[in-house]
């Protein structure tokens, strides 16, 4: 068996386990990165970028229907599908490979299994970490155990992203994230679309965001059914796929979407199936192990993921050279009460912090402030019949904001503003000291601010 040594061993290239091994080169160690798809990971392939692609077109002909004057046309589903197989480099990782090369990164292809601490076996070859192997693998589609489902081969986000021509009938399982983008995109390209969730839509946000979404959703004709459970699937000779909801009712369909979250890439990396690893604020899960990304459960988002890797491989360069690690610097942690999110949905769901019932439930003294985002008038600018809502979360004893979202068309590049307040601990006093830009959207920040006396 061929051995080799490295500093830091990261398992995983995606972009939290290249962030990582950046950060330990230009601290100075030497990395290695143990990648068995694509260098690049989910994010780039199948998921935030080609699904952005995939939603981007029609995003922006309904600005353009927003407004008079600008003559469009009708969305062109195959000019869509090949401006989003340019996002994702037509899947090949030359260009990401190339990046690993400049950085000063070896590239092991295959899969990493963790056989003794500190050793990761890569086919025949033997790595041997002298400061920290770091499982950056992130996740897979959890497929939940409705009989039939498996037997129809249902499409999870990987067979969404990639897709290569638009279902006539969709039917979407789940209510999150990626069910609601799909929705939107797949509606828009031109499948019928249903979706089946099983709870509410984007529960995890402010009830409001969900109730605009799937009033979209219907509009866009969308059909969606609420407390929806799925408890059998089958696939007919002729191709056509039947769900069944407990309530009797039947759903056809030509593809199925399953959308009902994620299950951690733990047991090819030798770690328990289907755990997510247990990390401390400088992401170590003991000694030599680190964890960064969605591997860890913590945000399973992709800046986030880069976020605790530049931490991470900070980290493991001042430990490997014998330096204190200061809790100022790396305590406070961003994962818990500042991650930002945008919904690249119709209208968009943008939000940072706390929601107000999370807020209330880890027992803040809390004033809400909501406005309607519409009545700002750069949004009446933006579009026409502009339709939108801000909330924004205050924790009373503190007078900071701790929680902020925005619904709306195109409030996406909003966002910063607020994780910027929430993560600095802006006073509301000096907040009235930032005054927006006329006639922008964002003096819906004025607007909070005047609805929320001092
Ligand atoms: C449809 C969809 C859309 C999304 N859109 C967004 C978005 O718009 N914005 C956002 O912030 N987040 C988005 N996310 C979440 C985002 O994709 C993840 O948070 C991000 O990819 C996590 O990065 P990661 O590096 O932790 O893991 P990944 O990107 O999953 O990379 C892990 C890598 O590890 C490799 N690997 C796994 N096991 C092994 C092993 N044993 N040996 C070697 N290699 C291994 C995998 O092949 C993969 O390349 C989306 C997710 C989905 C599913
Ligand atoms: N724009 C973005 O930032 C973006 C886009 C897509 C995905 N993501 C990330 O990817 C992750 C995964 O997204 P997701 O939508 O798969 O997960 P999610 O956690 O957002 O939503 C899962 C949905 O599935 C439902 N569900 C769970 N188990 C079910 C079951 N057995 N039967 C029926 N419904 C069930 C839940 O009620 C929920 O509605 C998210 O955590 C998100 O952060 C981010």
Known sequence: MNAQTYDVIVIGAGPAGENVADRAVKGGLTAA?????????????????????LLRSAAARRA???????????????????????????????????????AGIALHRGAGRIV?????????????????????????????????????????????????????????????????????????????VTLLARSGVLGSFEPFAGERVTEALREAGVTVHLGAAVTGARRDPGGEVRLTLADGTEVAADEVLVATGRTPNTE????????????????????????VGDVNGRALLTHQGKYQARLAGDVIVARALGKPVEDARWGRHADSGVVPQVVFTDPEVASVGLTAAAATEAGLRTRVVDYDLGAVAGASLHADGYRGHARMVVDEDRSVIVGFTLAGP?????????TIAIAGEVPLHRLWHAVPAYPTVSEVWLRLLENYPL
């Not at 480099?89 to 190339?98: L, N, R, T, Y």
């Not at 090819?268 to 680190?290: E, F, H, I, K, S």
């Not at 195109?410 to 607020?418: I, R, T």
Request: with cysteine.
């Open 410 to 418: 195109d409030v996406a590049e909003l966002l910063h503003a607020a």
């Open 116 to 192: 003794a601490d500190r050793v990761v076996e890569v086919g025949d070859v033997r790595l041997t970490a002298r400061h920290a192997v770091v499982v950056a693998t992130g996740t897979s589609a959890f497929v939940p155990d409705i009989p039939g489902l498996r037997d129809i081969a249902p499409w999870t986000s990987r067979e969404a992203a990639a897709a290569s021509s638009v279902p006539g009938r969709l039917a979407i399982i789940g209510g999150g994230v990626v069910a609601t983008e799909m929705a939107t995109a797949f509606a828009a390209l031109g499948s019928a």
């Open 268 to 291: 090819g990396a030798g770690l328990p199936a289907g755990q997510w690893l247990t990390v401390d604020d400088t992401m170590r899960v003991n000694d030599w192990l680190y964890a």
């Open 64 to 102: 353009a229907l927003s407004v008079p004057g600008v003559p469009v046309g009708d969305l062109d589903p195959a000019a869509v599908l090949r401006r989003r197989d340019e996002f994702a480099a037509h899947w090949k990782d030359d260009s990401q490979v190339g990046w690993l090369d400049s």
């Open 33 to 53: 990165i143990v990648e068995r798809e694509l260098v690049g990971g989910e994010c780039s392939y199948w998921a935030c970028m080609p699904t952005k692609a």
